[in-house]
């Protein structure tokens, strides 16, 4: 559906002048046939060594990948950490 809209904000500005306002999308836009509505999750986050947090905003889906992917990073961290005591390196 974002596609959708940003082809179609691209197309209808084709004719108009650069400097014009970009006109206002509705949020309850109609769905056209086979798209859904992708629900957004935004969160602060403080990336580490700094106290500024960070607004990022994903999709559920994009979410839970993010998070499964950290937790397979921290498994094969500590994977290659009890490697590495046991062989005293």
Not at 26 to 51: D, F, S
């Amino acid at each position: 559906m974002i596609l959708a809209l940003l082809m179609s904000a691209a197309l209808s500005g084709a004719d108009q002048p650069a400097a014009a306002t970009p006109q206002a999308i509705p949020v309850a836009a109609p769905l056209n046939k086979g798209e859904q509505r992708i629900k957004m999750v935004c969160r602060q986050e403080a990336p580490t060594g700094t106290r500024l947090a960070k607004r990022t905003c994903l999709s559920l889906e994009d979410w839970k990948r993010r998070s499964e992917e950290d937790q397979e990073a921290m498994r094969q961290m500590a994977m290659k950490s009890a490697f590495s005591d046991v062989r005293g390196r």
